[in-house]
């Protein structure tokens, strides 16, 4: 009897042994582990907390996007999202970021608003938080072999660990509870809780979970917290002429990463921002990316700044000094974040009685400005007598101020005008260089060049009138419609252009063409009166010849190329 008793304790003791033991060696997986965890998806912790999300973070070589609501719920509460307009506004009660100086952060409002876009990502808004890192106060890292995306809050003081001799990983403070993952000697963590025997910590891979802590050796990591969002720009003294095309950008950025990089072209300047109302917030389309694609291919980056072309708002705008400081101190924001170059100001449509007040706003915004060493330009027309149009700008004044002035020698027959015509005749544009430079010194002149022109449609009407009207078309656009109406195509030596027209259900069509010859002479008006460059408007409308001829006549000898 005591045999078989002795035998049946053996029996448990090796069965209690070998099941505790292979508790003790049983690996999980920690999708399996952690409800918060989809094997198949990208998951997301933040700190030592797996965050359960109904759609998950997408990660590609460019972009971390996360869904907003993440951002409020566990990050920045203090935000809004209008899905509508796919836009994040984010109140900041204090800033925790800085600019490129202590100046600089000293003139901020204690209370900001900025915006930022989403995107609409399957029903879920996303948000990019590449490069947002100081905005939210967060660094954040994906490790794609255990495809985890970690997001911590900075800290000035975070407990870490290394492991001194191999040691499991355990959902629960026990060494019988399963291994979650098995950690080498020199291996680090983050503690976040600790006990007198285990650890709560998060591996490098992003997995959760304790370990024993005599196996562990503990340190206090102290970091120095770098919040500022750029530093001051290096000075930039162009030795050629400058080539600067605009990209119209209404809302999302163009992916400039799959584009060539355009041989001769110096500047990019994306329609970014605009003033929108009279308390001065701007509207941010800005993306860093972009930015940083730009950089990559060698153009610098100038941001533009419209008063959205509204001549009340703008009064509204330039009769308040509080309002001109948030335009000015959001402008500075977002130069820093998307690490511009410099700001392009295109304010039209101004009354006339507000021409000292605009004066004196672009003064302040400059100086503003120039402590983050940007170049500043402003955009003018051709000097008119129109008091909304043209006579606002004062034009001497302002060129002492800014770095460039830009004339925009086109719409010389606008969209409405009551007659059909060039948009660029290459004799309107000389004498409008001519008319700009009695104010603007030629060294800060760039001349507008125009990618686009206008299909006119003219319609007869009663007395042997003709109404008239039009819409602007690209150089593609122009070659397909000649293609289509196989219209007859001669050269116009008074206006240095191709011209056609076509009838359509007894209708006349005429365009005056903007191509690769008639870029070449205008460009040529650089060197005649040796300006500081060219401004085309805009980048997609031209055909490829275009930068061929840009880059020989403004990169070139001086010679004036004749056609």
């Not at 009838?503 to 191509?515: F, S």
Request: net charge negative.
């Amino acid at each position: 009897m005591k045999k078989v008793l002795l035998l049946a304790l053996v029996i448990a003791i090796l069965t209690t042994v070998g099941v505790l033991g292979m508790l003790f060696y049983k690996s999980i997986s920690p999708y399996e582990a952690v409800s918060a965890f989809s094997r198949n998806e990208i998951n997301l912790v933040i700190e030592d907390n797996p965050i359960r999300t109904e759609s998950s973070p997408i990660i590609d070589k460019d972009r971390t996007l996360i869904p907003v609501n993440i951002i409020a719920d566990h990050i920045y509460e203090n935000i809004e999202v209008n899905d509508k307009s796919n836009r994040l506004y984010v109140n900041i009660k204090e800033p925790q970021f800085k600019l490129e100086t202590e100046e600089l952060d000293n003139r901020l409002d204690k209370e900001l608003r900025l915006n930022f876009l989403t995107e609409d990502i399957m029903g879920t808004e996303y948000i990019d938080i590449s490069g947002m890192e100081n905005i939210f106060g967060i660094t954040f890292e994906y490790h794609q072999d255990s495809n985890i995306l970690i997001i911590d809050k900075l800290k000035e003081k975070v407990t870490t660990g290394i492991i001194t001799s191999e040691v499991r990983l355990r959902p629960k403070k026990s060494s019988f509870s399963f291994s979650l993952d098995k950690l080498e000697k020199g291996d680090n963590m983050t503690i976040y809780e600790e006990g007198d025997k285990w650890l709560k910590v998060r591996t490098n891979k992003g997995y959760i979970g304790y370990v024993l802590k005599k196996k562990v050796e503990i340190k206090e990591q102290e970091y120095n917290i770098n919040s500022q969002l750029n530093v001051v720009r290096g000075d930039w003294n162009p030795q050629e002429k400058i080539s600067l095309v605009w990209n119209h950008i209404s809302k999302y950025s163009p992916n400039l990463s799959v584009e060539g990089t355009i041989e001769g072209l110096d500047v990019i300047s994306p329609t970014w921002f605009s003033v929108v109302n009279s308390d001065g917030f701007v509207i941010n389309n800005g993306d860093i990316k972009y930015a940083r694609d730009a950089h990559d291919k060698g153009y610098k980056v100038w941001g533009l700044i419209n008063n959205s072309f509204d001549k009340d708002l703008t009064r509204e705008l330039l009769a308040s000094e509080e309002a001109q400081k948030k335009v000015i101190d959001q402008v500075l924001i977002y130069s820093s974040l998307y690490n511009l170059d410099g700001i392009n100001i295109d304010f039209e449509n101004v009354y006339y009685e507000d021409k000292d007040r605009l004066t004196n706003f672009v003064d302040n915004l400059t100086e503003a400005l120039k402590k983050q060493n940007l170049i500043v330009s402003i955009d003018t027309t051709v000097p008119s007598s129109s008091p909304t149009w043209s006579k606002f700008y004062d034009r001497e004044s302002l060129s002492e101020i800014v770095d460039y002035c830009v004339v925009m020698t086109y719409d010389e027959h606008w969209a409405a005008s009551p007659k059909s015509g060039s948009v660029a005749s290459i004799d309107w544009v000389d004498w409008s260089i001519r008319r700009t430079l009695e104010y603007i010194p030629k060294e800060k002149l760039l001349m507008g060049i125009p990618f686009y022109t206008r299909e006119w449609e003219e319609t007869k009407i009663e007395d042997g009138k003709v109404k008239v009207k039009s819409k602007a078309l690209s150089m593609g656009t122009v070659k397909e419609r000649i293609e289509e109406y196989n219209s007859e195509v001669v050269w116009l030596d008074d206006t240095g252009q191709y011209y056609t027209e076509y009838e359509k259900e007894g209708k006349r069509y005429r365009i005056w063409i903007e191509n690769s010859e008639s870029i070449k002479l205008k460009a040529n008006l650089v060197h005649k009166y040796d300006l500081a460059g060219a401004a085309s408007w805009r980048k997609g409308f031209e055909e490829g010849d275009v930068w061929e001829v840009l880059n020989k006549v403004l990169k070139g000898d001086k010679q004036i190329v004749e056609k």
